[in-house]
């Protein structure tokens, strides 16, 4: 069933409006009528930009910028990718520390793109399986870049996380686009893309996601940061297994099969090690016996989101570092995310990141709002995330720093 892009308008002033439970409807609503618009005030904030260097492949070369506010937090966004580099915020100390993964310039970006840190990922985020999906009565077929060829991930080997974007700067923030043509990477339609990053001065950062085609298609955008509230300079192997995490809005996973793609099921999380419905430190349930965390090597899971009804902006996630009091409330108005442990990172093949040291295996989380992974080809999964000709995918992601 594809999208009902209906109208709605959603105003909000500074601090994000949740939907909170009030009962556990369904995993998964009828039909999903998004927000239109987005409006908020903001003081004037200071966006700079330099040279990141240069892209080997096309002779372009990529910009940084640097969004900061009234605050003193700063973001860095990338043209290339239209990635998040570095998110500078304070800590209880007063001190700004960065808590992304990141790297000092484009190249390990381009040449080694290992965990896609930061990007904007898409067409599709996550695994769409065999690489085929069915649209309007069509089979299309997409590269299947992982699990040996069983299936596409991440928009494929040419995803969206490794073009140079077009940025435009706006007063509060960057807007990014890119564009693709019909059948580029097996993907139907010509499709223009725009992601709007706006920084205020809550010290919330709002990513907002706007596509349009000309043909019936299919989309499922995502940013996937990997935080470490403690630091980013803290690389090493476990360091974020003392972050405690608060899933407030989810009581249900999608469970998957061996190579990470939805079987079509919902399993309760109460009773198990996925359940964060209370806060819970990563390190006390991440290595417990369960056959889902053996899949995934630690988290690496989509949650359902209990609530969602596709047009409020709904209390995902909120992480805690209790070394440095930053906490991290994510909220998003999509069905889904991916709770992910940075399990697969730590390899001989990744660059070194921003403090000269290379990412290890747990040392950043990932929550990545989504549709449903598979969810083109998976019946029970009721949103598809089918963009329709006349239509536009809207949608947002909103990352919110506090201290405790």
């Not at 990412?359 to 963009?387: D, H, M, W």
Request: with cysteine; aromatic share 10%.
């Amino acid at each position: 069933m594809p999208i009902d892009f209906n109208p709605h308008v959603y105003n909000y002033m500074h601090q994000p409006q949740i939907e909170h439970p009030q009962i556990f409807r369904q995993c998964q609503p009828m039909r999903d009528t998004f927000v239109k618009s987005y409006d908020f005030d903001i003081d004037k904030v200071k966006i700079e930009k330099r040279n990141f260097g240069k892209i080997e492949k096309t002779g372009e070369i990529a910009e940084l910028y640097t969004i900061t506010n009234k605050n003193g937090m700063s973001v860095n966004l990338s043209t290339f990718g239209a990635t998040i580099v570095g998110i500078k915020v304070p800590n209880k100390d007063g001190h700004f520390i960065d808590v992304t993964h990141g790297y000092k310039n484009v190249t390990p970006y381009e040449k080694s793109p290992v965990g896609h840190a930061g990007g904007t990922i898409g067409p599709y985020a996550n695994k769409i399986s065999e690489g085929k999906f069915i649209v309007n009565g069509e089979e299309y077929q997409l590269d299947c870049n992982k699990d040996n060829g069983k299936s596409h991930s991440h928009g494929g080997k040419n995803g969206l996380d490794i073009q140079n974007w077009r940025a435009k700067t706006l007063k509060d923030g960057i807007e990014f686009t890119y564009k693709t043509k019909d059948l580029a990477n097996g993907y139907p339609g010509d499709v223009k893309y725009r992601v709007i990053y706006r920084l205020d001065d809550d010290n919330n950062l709002h990513i907002q996601y706007k596509v349009k085609t000309n043909k019936d298609t299919i989309v499922n955008l995502t940013n996937h940061n990997y935080f470490n509230l403690d630091g980013a300079e803290n690389t090493q192997e476990n360091s974020v297994l003392d972050h405690i995490v608060h899933l407030p809005n989810s009581t249900k996973i999608t469970p998957v099969n061996s190579i990470g793609i939805p079987k079509g099921e919902f399993m309760d999380t109460k009773n198990t090690p996925f359940d964060f419905s209370t806060p819970q430190k990563i390190a006390d349930v991440i290595n417990l016996e369960h056959e889902q965390l053996k899949i995934g090597k630690g988290f690496d899971q989509n949650y359902c989101v209990d609530n969602y009804d596709g047009k409020n902006l709904i209390e995902v996630a909120n992480v805690k570092s209790e070394k440095t009091g930053i906490k991290l409330q994510v909220y998003s108005n999509l069905p889904g995310f991916q709770f992910y442990t940075a399990n697969n990172l730590g390899k001989s093949t990744q660059p070194v990141g921003k403090s000269g040291e290379r990412y290890e295996k747990r040392s950043g989380f990932c929550i990545e709002p989504q549709f449903y992974p598979n969810a083109i080809n998976t019946e029970s999964f009721k949103e598809k995330g089918v963009l329709k000709v006349g239509e536009e995918y809207n949608r947002k992601i909103i990352y919110s720093f506090t201290v405790e």
